[in-house]
């Protein structure tokens, strides 16, 4: 396949590696620097673009591929306030469009487990819920994606909690989730969920020990969308 990667920093290097292991083409690398050869490329054989670039550049990266009607994965965190947007223009252009917070096989199992263990933590009284995150220095946004999917994977359900906060911010209401941000070099993403009680503490946590599972996830994405139409999730992707 021909693939262009929108954003080549940790994630995009990466991700170019796996794609070139696995025999595809890597036509064009885009980084801040170098935004305009996108005015100039033909997209005619471009199969797929890879987006992992920051959250002030996913809406123009993501709008450009599918005005362009080449499918799209994304997996840029911290912009989700305008996907209703995106969404609505893979719709219009019937291009493929797939962003997950999350890439890694593990983490989608993790986030199965989250969702059980929030159903059944629904019938017990006297825990409470809290969630947190550990990422390096360099990251953007907070909470993380994963963080975000995970509360929503709570809130779900359990009928007490309608809307996360950041635990260092006042919470606007009770049923809210507290999410707490640890910025720490060089974790390359660890996720904690608690329920904590006086007589007991719950716990389930995943820890990535690089970003490979992240990028193969990517690829893997990649090497199924061309053909798709709309928009797509974790859930059209994976069997479970
Ligand atoms: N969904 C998932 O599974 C995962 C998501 N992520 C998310 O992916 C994103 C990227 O992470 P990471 O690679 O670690 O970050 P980096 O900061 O290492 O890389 C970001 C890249 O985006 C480039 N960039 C900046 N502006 C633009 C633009 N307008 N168009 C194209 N590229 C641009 C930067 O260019 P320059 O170098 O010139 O500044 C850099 O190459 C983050 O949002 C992160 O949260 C990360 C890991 C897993
Ligand atoms: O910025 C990162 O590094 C990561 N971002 C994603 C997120 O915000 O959840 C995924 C992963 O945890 C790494």
């Known amino acids: 396949m021909n693939i262009i990667l929108l954003g080549y920093g940790k994630m995009g290097k990466i991700i170019g590696e796996i794609a070139e292991s696995r025999g595809h083409q890597i036509l064009l690398k885009i980084d801040e620097n170098n935004r305009e050869l996108l005015d ?5 054989p471009i199969d797929v673009a890879i987006e992992f670039s920051q959250p002030e550049a996913a809406v123009s990266n993501i709008s450009w591929c599918l005005n362009h009607g ?19 223009l893979a719709e219009e252009k019937q291009t493929g469009f797939f962003y997950a917070s999350n890439f890694s096989i593990g983490v989608n199992v993790f986030f199965k487990v989250n969702e059980y263990l ?15 995150e550990i990422h390096h220095t360099a990251k953007k946004d907070a909470p993380s994606g994963t963080a975000i999917t995970l509360a929503e994977g709570i809130i779900k359900n359990q009928q007490a909690f309608t809307a996360w906060h950041l635990s260092d911010q006042a919470s606007e209401n009770g049923q809210s989730i507290p999410i707490s941000s640890k ?6 993403g660890t996720h904690i969920i608690r329920y904590q009680s006086e007589i007991d503490d719950i716990e389930i946590s995943h820890t990535a020990h690089s970003r490979q599972g992240f990028a193969l996830g990517a690829v893997l994405v990649a090497e199924w969308l061309p053909g798709k139409k709309g928009v797509l999730t974790m859930n059209d992707f994976l069997s479970f």
């Not at 100039?40 to 005619?44: A, L």
């Not at 080449?70 to 609505?88: A, E, F, H």
């Not at 910025?183 to 390359?188: C, E, K, L, Y």
């Open 40 to 44: 100039s490329i033909d997209p005619k």
């Open 183 to 188: 910025r720490i070099d060089p974790a390359p």
């Open 118 to 132: 929030a159903k059944l933590m629904n019938e017990v009284s006297g825990y409470e819920v809290s969630i947190e």
């Open 70 to 88: 080449i499918p799209v994965v994304s997996g840029t965190t911290g912009w989700l306030d305008q996907k209703p947007q995106m969404d609505q």
